[in-house]
């Protein structure tokens, strides 16, 4: 079976974005790490006073990979983001 290779093209501004907002962020999408691609999330995030949270990062209108869908029809809670607005909003920083 043959994973993903390749990060969405808002990966790395929201990596960036995250940072910046203060959070410790870890890539797991990378060659390094075998959750990306796998249906594992892309970015695990933590904040203090929001705690931890995984991300699935798509492009807009991006697609599920097989290993995603599955985990969707499995009930898996996944939090998929395609901005850097979502994602700040996902470890509690408000963008209004």
């Not at 249906?39 to 904040?47: C, F, I, K, M």
Request: glycine content about 14%.
């Amino acid at each position: 079976m043959s994973y993903g290779k390749r990060t969405d093209s808002t990966h790395a501004a929201i990596r960036t974005a995250l940072r910046q907002a203060g959070a410790t962020v870890w890539d797991t999408s990378g060659s390094a790490h075998t959750l990306g691609g796998r249906g594992g999330p892309d970015l695990v995030a933590y904040r203090q006073g929001t705690g931890y949270v995984a991300l699935w990062v798509k492009t807009p209108g991006g697609k599920c990979t097989p290993s995603e869908q599955a985990a969707i029809n499995r009930g898996d809670p996944l939090l998929f983001v395609e901005s850097i607005e979502q994602a700040l909003q996902a470890i509690g920083v408000d963008v209004r």
